[in-house]
């Protein structure tokens, strides 16, 4: 089955920085790449996602990468604010069904 | 747009009794709903994935006749937990998949989860 890797477990920067959480998947059958933000104690919402057919999308100060030679995507977040702060999610779908990393806590310090 | 709502968000129940979840798409109608159980700090697990009118589909390790998954319409999934025990304690989330002629049929909406805690 899918397998996905996502890396780094915590990032740490400073407010203004950026951030980049990035993934990696086996399945080249995998056709699209949502990413999920998760705040303490609630459901995950969807930020931003790509399809195996673009290579770059992007969202204000979200922007999403894929590699699918590679088999690799990044979420790329620019002038992190303290809002940031959450557990970040990748998945890999396939047939509609999602494999999800084991996530990213992201912590912006002011 | 894509709304999913969860009730309840918390409940704490004793030992042996059951629980029951439910899941609702607010507007747009899911063919397919998702269960998920997610432990402090860890990833969603994926327990079941139910379509309307149809039985659920449970993944490996996932006991059937304790998480009893119920479909009956297109914006309702319910899930229950029967005889719940201390180590049923957890974040249940449910998501739900706009139907397949839907531009964004692909996305997972997730509802904002229960939290259930078992004495």
């Known amino acids: 089955g899918e397998n996905v890797e996502q890396h780094p477990s915590t990032l740490s920067v400073q407010e203004g920085d950026s951030a980049v959480i990035k993934c990696t998947y086996s399945?080249?059958?995998?056709?699209?790449f949502p990413w999920y933000k998760q705040e303490l104690g609630k459901g995950p919402q969807l930020i931003i996602d790509?399809?195996?057919?673009?290579g770059e999308k992007k969202d204000q100060r979200i922007a999403v990468t894929l590699n699918k030679t590679a088999k690799h995507f990044s979420l790329h977040i620019t002038e992190t604010q303290p809002e940031d702060s959450a557990v970040y999610f990748c998945?890999?779908?396939?047939?509609?069904?999602?494999?999800f990393g084991r996530g990213t806590s992201l912590i912006v310090h002011p | 747009g894509a709304v999913v709502s969860q009730h309840p968000s918390r409940v704490i129940c004793k030992s042996g009794t059951s629980v029951k979840i439910e899941c609702r798409s607010l507007?747009?109608?899911?063919?397919?709903m998702f269960w998920y159980r997610q432990f402090p700090k860890k990833s969603l697990m994926l327990m079941a994935t139910?379509?309307?009118?149809?039985?659920?589909?449970?993944e490996q390790g996932v006991e059937k006749d304790k998480f009893l998954i119920n479909h009956a319409s297109l914006t309702l999934s319910t899930l229950t937990v029967t005889s719940a025990h201390p180590e049923d304690s957890s974040f249940y989330i449910c998501s739900a998949r706009p139907p397949r002629f839907s531009s964004s049929t692909d996305t997972q909406y997730f509802g904002p989860g229960t939290r259930l805690t078992v004495l």
């Open positions: 507007d747009f109608q899911a063919t397919t």
């Open positions: 399945d080249s059958a995998s056709n699209y």
């Open positions: 139910s379509n309307e009118g149809s039985k659920a589909t449970y």
């Open positions: 790509i399809r195996s057919n673009v």
């Open positions: 998945a890999a779908v396939k047939s509609y069904i999602p494999t």
